[in-house]
């Protein structure tokens, strides 16, 4: 029987991102040798922990390790791993079509920075899973031979990186992967990667912590031993003293750098191994070592990166922490280990007692896993708050809405998240505060901490809902975010302070209180029912100083804001009419007071009833239903202002 061959088109997002990695990274060659590197390491990974289940898997072959064989005579580089291998519709699902969510979202990040003018960096190839096709770079051929553990057929996927690839059956002797680059010439200027010496010092670089050794027969001097030499009558050598021969050396140090004392370590190393198991060339931020002694011992390497990544919100996104079990990989993207609100951080956890043989669903249930988890997160959030202001204002920046919803879901630290918590404020300006300086900055008889939330800090921050607390000089907390719908929701107080909402509910301020409506109840009244599909009530604001109206609930109601964004997820949310309290100094209430008084069953007081909730509406940000309705009656009251202005002019004038 014929074996099996098969030519494919590639589809048009690869070709797309081919194109960009090629010609747009070309200044980055050597980024192509940790792509394979890592992904040969990977493939070792899933062998060693297949076999803890499945010994046999292994069979003779047990020295794991990657080789480079570099080839100056026919410009070919191969980088070889005797790991997992893979079938031939894992080559097509991972090679040939690579139809993951990272090429998509890859793309959107190069079109992104094209639109800032920015430059497009390495860690974009290994932050969105495209790693294997930076072997373009410097191959206008790649060759793939793989041979899955347990197949007795191997697979080999062939392609120029243009239009398409060829795939076919073969043979191979041994489980594994090889990737073979035919390499393009090279100028005077770049580096020749069929050069020994090149490829061990992008290794050491790149790649010294993978946890498996990584090979390359070098050819070495060595002297020449005194019996197998050759001497003349007087006993001296006679010809070379040195020979050249072949060895196997090992390019990296495999260092597993967490169970090395802290003081041992540099932190040029700590940086280079964040690189290594995160794939982001961006600096992390800060850094976690510690062993943890006690009843359980383990040990921990754990990373705060300095920029979010790509997937931070997707809720497919991976977690960041790799397990190991006294240095044997065990999985990676553990979410067990860490909260959901701390999934960006990464690194490594090594538990010696954990089980070799762990599924996913025993961790979940393990004592030993609830305690480090209980442990490190503790110690994660005490590594934020130990951070100066500069680097804590950058970590904020990129992490604060996955940090608090912490707030909501880890009711036991809830405290130590309330203390990382940072906000604009009505008299912050630009800088962010906590909420300890927001306490530290209360007034004399100021018993709440104030805040509201909205999408527009400019408009929060004038909204007229703040008037009587800017009257009172009390500060109030802008809230922008909107997981802080959820974050006030689980938070009523800090520090024996209540939270309290400027929108809803009283603002709890004695003297606010005093305010009488007599004489307009009737009015009130009336605008209730013309305005019956919007609002539940119509009262007098204690909260109003300049404007003529604002929109409010009751203390318990579903602000405006959180109304928004439950609608905007498509969720059904129930009739939530607001109470519409307005400003009875207001020029506008006084007219519309004079039209009520004088006659009751004009159609234009019904107009000036939805002109005055319209205005609410605006000034909160919102949408009005009848914007021409709106522009005419503003357009009259101008021209009744200026009528009036007129009168007055007159009548002083002739007096």
Request: charged share 35%; aromatic share 8%; glycine share 6%.
């Amino acid at each position: 029987m014929a074996a099996r061959k098969e030519t494919c088109e590639f589809k048009t997002e690869i070709k797309q991102l081919m194109d960009i990695i090629i010609n747009s990274l070309y200044s980055s060659r050597e980024v192509f040798l940790r792509e394979l590197i890592s992904n040969a390491s990977d493939a070792l990974d899933k062998l060693r922990f297949k076999a803890q289940t499945d010994p046999s898997i292994m069979g003779q072959d047990t020295d794991l390790k990657i080789r480079l064989i570099p080839d100056k005579e026919n410009r070919t580089l191969t980088v070889s791993d005797n790991g997992i291998g893979m079938t031939w519709d894992e080559v097509v699902e991972n090679i040939g079509t690579i139809a993951k969510s990272g090429t998509s979202a890859f793309l959107k990040a190069v079109e992104q920075a094209r639109k800032q003018d920015t430059i497009l960096s390495p860690e974009l190839i290994g932050q969105f899973g495209v790693g294997f096709y930076s072997a373009f770079i410097v191959a206008d051929r790649v060759t793939l031979i793989t041979r899955a553990a347990g197949s007795d057929t191997a697979v080999k996927w062939e392609s120029d990186g243009q239009g398409g690839y060829t795939i076919e059956e073969t043979e191979k002797e041994g489980r594994g992967t090889d990737v073979i680059l035919h390499l393009r010439e090279t100028g005077e200027d770049e580096e020749d990667f069929t050069d020994q010496w090149v490829l061990r010092d992008v290794v050491k670089r790149h790649s010294d912590f993978v946890a498996y050794p990584i090979v390359m027969d070098m050819e070495v001097e060595e002297p020449i031993p005194e019996k197998e030499r050759v001497l003349d009558k007087d006993g001296k050598p006679v010809g070379p003293t040195t020979r050249k021969v072949v060895k196997e050396e090992t390019l990296n140090s495999m260092k597993a750098i967490w169970t090395r004392d802290p003081r041992e370590v540099t932190e040029e190393e700590y940086k280079e191994f964040y690189t290594h198991i995160s794939r982001d060339w961006n600096e992390p931020l800060v850094w976690l070592h510690k062993k943890f002694e006690g009843v359980t011992e383990y040990s921990v390497l754990l990373y705060i990166p300095s920029v979010a990544p790509f997937d931070l919100f997707n809720p497919e996104g991976r977690f960041g922490i790799n397990l190991y079990c006294r240095k044997v990989f065990i999985m990676d993207d553990c979410r067990e280990l860490i909260p959901e609100y701390l999934r960006f951080v990464k690194g490594v956890i090594d538990a010696p007692d954990i089980n070799l043989n762990v599924s996913r669903e025993i961790l979940q249930q393990d004592r030993l896993v609830a305690a480090i988890r209980k442990n490190v997160t503790k110690q994660i959030l005490k590594l934020l708050a130990d951070l100066d202001d500069e680097k804590y204002d950058k970590f904020y920046r990129e992490f604060a809405p996955v940090l608090k919803t912490g707030v909501h879901t880890d009711g036991a630290n809830r405290d130590r998240i309330a203390e990382l918590l940072r906000y604009r404020t009505t008299k912050s300006g630009d800088k962010m505060v906590s909420l300890q300086q927001y306490v530290d900055n209360m007034k004399e008889g100021q018993e709440y901490i104030y805040y509201i939330t909205g999408e527009n800090l400019k408009a929060l921050a004038n909204s007229p809902h703040l008037e009587l607390l800017k009257e009172k000089d009390f500060e109030v907390l802008l809230m922008t975010d909107p997981i802080d719908e959820w974050v006030v929701e689980s938070l009523p107080e800090y520090k024996g302070k209540k939270l309290r909402s400027a929108e809803k509910g009283d603002l709890g301020i004695e003297d606010a209180e005093s305010k009488d409506a007599k004489g307009f109840e009737d009015l009130f009244k009336f605008m209730r029912e013309v305005l019956d599909e919007k609002v539940k009530e119509v009262r007098l604001s204690a909260r109003l100083r300049n404007s003529v109206a604002c929109l409010t609930g009751d203390m318990w109601d579903m602000s405006a804001y959180m109304e928004k964004i439950l609608k905007a997820s498509g969720q059904k949310v129930p009739e939530n009419k607001r109470v519409l309290e307005v400003n009875p100094e207001h020029p506008l209430m006084k007219r519309v007071k004079a039209l009520y008084d004088g006659n009751r069953g004009s159609e234009r007081l019904k107009e000036y009833c939805w002109l005055v909730y319209d205005m609410a509406v605006i000034s909160e940000g919102g949408k009005i239903d009848d914007p021409s309705r709106f522009n005419r009656l503003v357009g009259e009251l101008a021209r009744a202002e200026s009528q009036d202005a007129c009168k007055a002019e007159k009548a002083e004038a002739a007096a």
